[in-house]
């Protein structure tokens, strides 16, 4: 049942590509049902049903059933609000959220920037449990109001539960969870370095992912009404948080940049061009550069994608070089104000191959490749300089 924020590592081009289904966009952010989300509704239907006939003996199979599948809507929901709760706080940090992804049990929130203070990312991981804690204990309060007996009563409970079980579960103090962020911060803030805060939270992931296998096997050892739930549930989510505390360790690794090494020194000259100039002639004055091809009212159309060019050129080598332009999006740019830790991280997350460099002022001063800055974080000291991708 996890909600915490994380940050997409893959390289497809397609900003929703393998994410699910497009339910709808808040504030220009998608949110979006991955196919995952529906076996883990099943998975808990099929494993919450016999307890709803236990709590609710004049209940048939079927209403248990029903049941059970609204329990699993109402913790899809309720892992939703979290998300929302995170994606709003980090917009309002001026942080852009690439979508927000619900899945086998839980959510991610993906950040294309990560929070550049302790004290923002204490707040943005604050978010997501807090709006889960105030539902719960709306739902509580409306539990006074109602007959302790019937289908009504029982979907508030598990309302208020399923809220309740969210907020408190990822505040638990480990990564990739909400509480791994908190204490991540809470080093950060007090050593001075987030690295040094990621290590302590994953190694705190590490022990929730232990501590979620215990809980699930004891209640298997004391034959508890819920052993099985508890079980399907344990399981997954320590799988969760250990795969999550590993990748945030190697995301982390990815992070440092070499001393001595300015984004200047891997920073291609940028040359402008119109849109509509022939695509063979844009990729020959490409060479050792990046390119931008500007539209006759000045707008940019985009960055020269050298691949797209090269084939594009074999086939209608007239053709307009806008034709294999990649789009200038707000995480395809980066600001020479930007630290250099934080650029290597933007690039390893961000999945663009070339990046626009721009001063305070907005304009281009260069073209950062993907490729080069990857080669300068493995072998710092022959980095290379060709457009060519993995």
Do not use: K
Not at 8 to 25: C, I, K, P, T, V
Not at 48 to 76: H, Q, W
Not at 132 to 152: R, T
Not at 290 to 316: F, H, I, M, N, Q
Request: glycine share 12%.
């Amino acid at each position: 049942m996890h909600a915490g924020s994380e940050y997409e590592r893959g390289w497809s081009r397609s900003l929703d590509s393998g994410g699910g289904m497009l339910l709808f966009r808040v504030s220009g952010v998608p949110v979006l049902l991955a196919g995952s989300w529906w076996i883990g509704s099943l998975l808990i239907v099929a494993l919450y049903t016999p307890l709803v006939t236990r709590m609710l003996p004049d209940a048939g199979l079927g209403l248990s059933a029903v049941l059970a599948g609204a329990f699993a809507v109402l913790l899809g929901l309720s892992v939703l609000a979290h998300e929302l709760g995170h994606c709003l706080v980090a917009l309002r940090f001026g942080m852009p959220v690439r979508r927000v992804r619900l899945f086998l049990l839980g959510g991610l929130s993906e950040l294309v920037r990560s929070p550049r203070r302790p004290q923002q990312e204490a707040l943005v991981a604050l978010a997501g449990p807090g709006v889960s804690i105030a539902l719960a204990l709306v739902c509580w309060v409306l539990l006074l109001a109602i007959p302790a007996d019937g289908a009504v009563w029982l979907l508030v409970a598990q309302c208020a539960v399923a809220n309740g079980a969210v907020g408190v579960f990822n505040l638990l103090p480990g990564l990739p969870l909400d509480g791994g962020r908190l204490l991540r911060a809470g080093v950060w803030a007090l050593r001075g370095t987030r690295s040094t805060g990621t290590r302590v939270a994953v190694v705190g992931g590490g022990l929730v992912a232990v501590a979620l296998l215990g809980w699930a096997l004891w209640g298997l050892a004391q034959g508890s009404e819920d052993r099985w739930l508890r079980l399907g549930v344990g399981v997954v989510t320590a799988w969760f948080v250990a795969m999550g505390a590993t990748t945030e360790f190697a995301s982390e690794g990815r992070r440092s940049w070499p001393e001595g090494l300015s984004v200047t020194d891997l920073m291609r000259p940028v040359l402008q061009l119109p849109a509509e100039s022939p695509v063979s002639a844009a990729l020959t004055a490409s060479a050792g550069r990046g390119v931008v091809l500007v539209r006759a009212d000045g707008v940019a159309a985009g960055l020269l994608d050298t691949e797209a060019a090269e084939r594009l050129a074999a086939s209608a080598p007239d053709s307009p070089a806008e034709l294999a332009a990649q789009p200038i999006r707000a995480e395809t740019v980066l600001v020479t104000s930007d630290s250099t830790d934080e650029i290597a991280e933007h690039v390893n997350q961000v999945p663009a191959w070339q990046f626009l460099v721009v001063d305070a002022d907005s304009r281009p001063m260069g073209v950062l490749c993907r490729d080069d800055v990857h080669s300068a974080l493995a072998a710092p000291s022959a980095y290379g300089t060709g457009p060519a991708r993995t």
